[in-house]
Each structure stands twice: as structure tokens, then as C-alpha cells.
T-cell receptor, first 113, second 116 residues
């Protein structure tokens, strides 16, 4: 089955600086890679996702890059703000019919004002 | 769009009792829903995949007789924790696929279960 590793487990960043979270996956058949943000006691919220037919996707301050050859993908948050503080999870899933998500272990991001 | 609700949000029960958790897609039809369990400061672990009108598919190590899943309609899936024990205390979260043929999952707000 799929195995997703995520690093770092905790990350502290000065407000305004950038944050980068990295994930690797094991199953070369995986082709869908979402990122979720979860605040304490709340539901995971999809913030951005990428499919294997593209190498990069950007949405305002958030971007995701994918390297299929190396089987790793990364989340980039620029101009960080205090409200970016949360736990971020990466995940990987296969094609339709095998779309169950395998989650990474999470990264607790703290933005220091 | 893509709103998923869960009920109850929090439940406390005595050991040995059963607890039912509902997951609803409010503004779309979900042929597939997923049930996850999340322990404190840990990741989400998939318990089972729930397909409307058919039996759920359980992940390895998840007891199907203990965690009963019913997906009777395109907008409702239920998870019943039978004969709950303190080790079943956890945060249970459901998700639903927004559109047929896509992988995107939207999550419910979760149900915090405490078994005394």
C-alpha cells in the first residue's frame, strides 16, 4: 500500500517569511496529492491539490510542487500570517476507483508575530 | 457547495454501550463516503470506505463487527461504534467525494467520542 512521509513535524517561522513542508510517497501509481489545513479540534480543510499531470500549482500565497520522478511534493506558503498557524497534512491517492487518501503524519506550523 | 455535516459533534458514553454517528452531504450527492479516526496529535487513519447501497470496505485491522457502517442514501452514512470501550475514545471524521469521477474529498467537522 501507499506510504506517505512528511517533514518537518514542527516548524516555526517569523511572520512574513516563507514556510516549506515536504512529503514523499511510495506508490508510483498515486496521482492526486492534496494538502489539508487543520486547526485544533476542527475539520481538515483542503487548501490546495495537484494532480500528476502538472508540476506546480499556485493559489495566491500557497503553492505546491510535484516531482513524480523523485516521488515527492512540497507545500510552499509565502508571506506567512498568524492565521496560517495550524497543522498541515499532505496526502496521496490513486486514480478514480482507488481514491482513498493516505495521509502524512502532519506538520505543526507556528507563525511567530 | 461541498458541505459535509456530522452529528453529534461530541458524545460521552459508558463503556459497553453503542454510539451512532451520522455523516451527511448537505448540498451534493455522495456515492462514496470515508470514515477516519484521529487520535490526539496524530494523523488521520482511514477506517473504511462507504459506498451507497453496498457493504463498506474496511481497512486492515479495523473490526467490521465493532464499527458498523451503513450508507443507505446518497447523502447519509452512519458509523455505529458497538460495545464501546475507553480505547475507542477518539475523534471520528467522515469525508465525502464531491463529484463522481474526482478524487477530492471534503471533510465533516468531526465527532469527539469519549467512552468512560
Amino acid at each position: 500500500g501507499e506510504n506517505v512521509e512528511q517533514h518537518p513535524s514542527t516548524l516555526s517561522v517569523q511572520e512574513g517569511d516563507s514556510a516549506v513542508i515536504k512529503c514523499t510517497y511510495s506508490d508510483s501509481a498515486s496521482n492526486y496529492f492534496p494538502w489539508y489545513k487543520q486547526e485544533l479540534g476542527k475539520r481538515p480543510q483542503l487548501i490546495i491539490d495537484i494532480r500528476s499531470n502538472v508540476g506546480e500549482k499556485k493559489d495566491q500565497r500557497i503553492a505546491v510542487t510535484l516531482n513524480k520522478t523523485a516521488k515527492h511534493f512540497s507545500l510552499h506558503i509565502t508571506e506567512t500570517q498568524p492565521e496560517d498557524s495550524a497543522v498541515y497534512f499532505c496526502a496521496a491517492a490513486g486514480r478514480f476507483g482507488n481514491e482513498k487518501l493516505t495521509f502524512g503524519t502532519g506538520t505543526r506550523l507556528t507563525i511567530i508575530p | 457547495g461541498a458541505v459535509v455535516s456530522q452529528h453529534p459533534s461530541r458524545v460521552i458514553c459508558k463503556s459497553g454501550t453503542s454510539v451512532k454517528i451520522e455523516c451527511r452531504s448537505l448540498d451534493f450527492q455522495a456515492t462514496t463516503m470515508f470514515w477516519y479516526r484521529q487520535f490526539p496529535k496524530q494523523s488521520l487513519m482511514l477506517m473504511a470506505t462507504s459506498n451507497e447501497g453496498s457493504k463498506a470496505t474496511y481497512e486492515q485491522g479495523v473490526e467490521k463487527d465493532k464499527f458498523l457502517i451503513n450508507h443507505a442514501s446518497l447523502t447519509l452514512s452512519t458509523l455505529t461504534v458497538t460495545s464501546a470501550h475507553p480505547e475507542d475514545s477518539s475523534f471520528y471524521i467522515c469525508s465525502a467525494r464531491y463529484l463522481q469521477g474526482t478524487e477530492t474529498q471534503y471533510f465533516g467537522p468531526g465527532t469527539r467520542l469519549l467512552v468512560l
